[in-house]
């Protein structure tokens, strides 16, 4: 394992320096979109999810907690995916066939499916915990 | 009021644990290293190096490379955020004080990560907004996209081999149950994702994904990456296809070359976005063409557009896709004359290739030595 370790190591750092190389003339540019994406995820969005994490605990009962954290996962993967085609900033001129659908009517009726199925999960979850309880 | 700073050990939720960890890093090194090696095929395909040649086989291999190469990154973004806050605890873990070798041990560690933190959220990021063709920013995207992905390959090549004991342990435990419930739950997300963007390229899917950016719209069938209006193309009267080599020079009316044998091929045509649609293209086979002029064969061809400006008004048709039968000059798509922002007169449709590279409003080719 510690020849594998090494060969990983030394070839990780040649590949991130060429990288680096590469990324030179760019990097004025590109610095502050480099480190946003740390930032934004340490400072806001991990204490997010733990202080909603916390709260779950708090308020919905044990067999239903599961189900409603995962929910809450998938709806905000689906957001944070749809953040671009909704909000496009200094987009292309308009292209037929592309980027033309109703994003938020579509995902509504999305989210409306999950949380339904959240709920029928959550109810049922909860029911067989009180039979065997 | 004071907000104390938490330790490790203040975190209790099931995922922060080694045995998570380790899983999740599993998959999200596998959706990341097939990114990775898709990109450099993508990247290859349109500057190829001396030693590359891009095949033309199967019809459809750059659509499957590029349409992976997406959705690997859409199936990343939940992963990489599960893994993060499984170790989020260790954000929290106060450096060493001495001796000086730790110190130096634990800055570096914490280097290497915050490296590959950056550009692997720097690659998700302009990636996503890229296929949503919106550019925020002032960097070049194709070049910086491509630099950053070999440091985050490199740091993620370094992650791997410091963190490779604490995975194997990682992995030698069992998950109890509600850290196997979290790691479904990462699971499903990454499903979820892939399955609300995959009809861009997965025609069964195409009016189910929710956040496609391919849609079923466009002229005659088909999406369009740039209108004539935005390339600023206005077709003249007497616009000719020149076929031109050193000591040769040929033109052709767009009645001319309605009036060699038409070939009609079902190809293709794949973008860098990761979005792809079949249709039925008519027109000359490039073959044939060569073949009317006496042109030498064997050879690449320079494709020049009436585009004036742009990084793609021009691009070259390897020999192999050149030679290839299934190669047209296609002056008809779905049976209809090609619709002004499918590059009317003619354009071309090749096997294999990068979208960018089917060039349109074609007005020249020319036979390279």
């Keep these: ?133 | 009021m004071r907000v104390p700073v938490p330790r490790p050990e203040d975190f209790r939720a099931p995922a922060h644990t080694p045995r998570v960890t380790a899983r999740v890093g599993l998959w999200l090194g596998v959706a990341f290293g097939l990114c990775f090696a898709t990109g450099l095929l993508s990247h290859f395909a349109q500057h190829p190096p001396g030693w590359f040649t891009w095949p033309t086989r199967p019809v459809s291999l750059y659509r499957i490379t590029q349409g992976v190469h997406v959705l690997s990154g859409v199936a990343a973004i939940p992963l990489l955020l599960a893994k993060l806050w499984s170790v989020y605890p260790r954000l929290f873990v106060r450096p060493p004080r001495r001796p000086p070798s730790l110190v130096a041990t634990h800055l570096a560690e914490r280097l290497s990560v915050l490296v590959l933190l950056c550009a692997a959220f720097f690659e998700l990021s302009t990636g996503l907004f890229n296929v949503a063709q919106s550019y925020p920013w002032r960097f070049f995207f194709v070049e910086t996209h491509y630099a950053v992905a070999w440091i985050a390959a490199g740091a993620l090549a370094v992650h791997v081999a410091v963190k490779l004991p604490v995975a194997r342990d990682g992995f030698a435990d069992r998950p109890d149950a509600d850290r196997r419930a979290f790691l479904r739950t990462a699971w499903a997300a990454s499903a979820v994702a892939v399955l609300a963007t995959a009809g861009i390229t997965v025609p069964w899917l195409r009016r189910v994904s929710a956040l496609a950016w391919r849609t079923a719209g466009g002229p005659q069938g088909l999406p369009v990456n740039r209108t004539a209006a935005a390339a600023g193309v206005q077709v003249p009267a007497d616009w000719r296809l020149e076929v031109v080599w050193p000591g040769a020079r040929h033109a052709f009316t767009l009645d001319q070359l309605a009036a060699l044998p038409q070939r009609t091929e079902t190809l293709p045509i794949a973008c860098v976005e990761g979005w792809s649609a079949t249709a039925r293209w008519t027109g000359v086979r490039i073959r044939d063409l060569l073949a009317a002029t006496g042109a030498p064969t064997g050879r690449a061809i320079r494709v020049t557009s009436l585009e004036r400006a742009g990084l793609y008004a021009a691009s070259t048709l390897p020999a192999p896709h050149a030679a290839d039968p299934l190669t047209l000059l296609a002056l008809r798509v779905n049976g209809e004359v090609l619709d002004a922002d499918h590059g009317f007169p003619c354009r071309i449709i090749a096997p294999s290739r990068p979208g960018v590279l089917q060039t349109k409003w074609v007005t020249r080719l020319e036979i390279l030595p």
Excluded: F
């Excluded at chain 1, 189900?67 to 998938?74: M, N």
């Design chain 1, 1 to 133: 394992m510690r020849a594998v370790r090494l060969l990983l190591g030394v070839a990780g750092l040649a590949a991130a320096a060429y990288g680096a190389w590469l990324l030179r003339p760019q990097l004025p540019a590109a610095a502050a979109w480099l480190v946003a994406g740390p930032v934004l995820h340490d400072a806001v969005v991990a204490p997010l999810v733990g202080l909603t994490g916390l709260a779950l605990g708090r308020l919905l009962p044990r067999a239903a907690r599961g189900w409603v954290a995962a929910g809450l996962a998938v709806t905000g993967t689906l957001l944070l995916i749809a953040i671009p085609l909704v909000w496009r900033p200094h987009r292309a001129p308009p292209n037929p066939g592309l980027q033309d659908r109703d994003y938020v009517g579509s995902l509504a009726v999305w989210l409306a499916a999950l949380w339904l199925g959240v709920l029928l999960a959550a109810i049922a979850a909860r029911y067989r915990a009180r039979r065997r309880g």
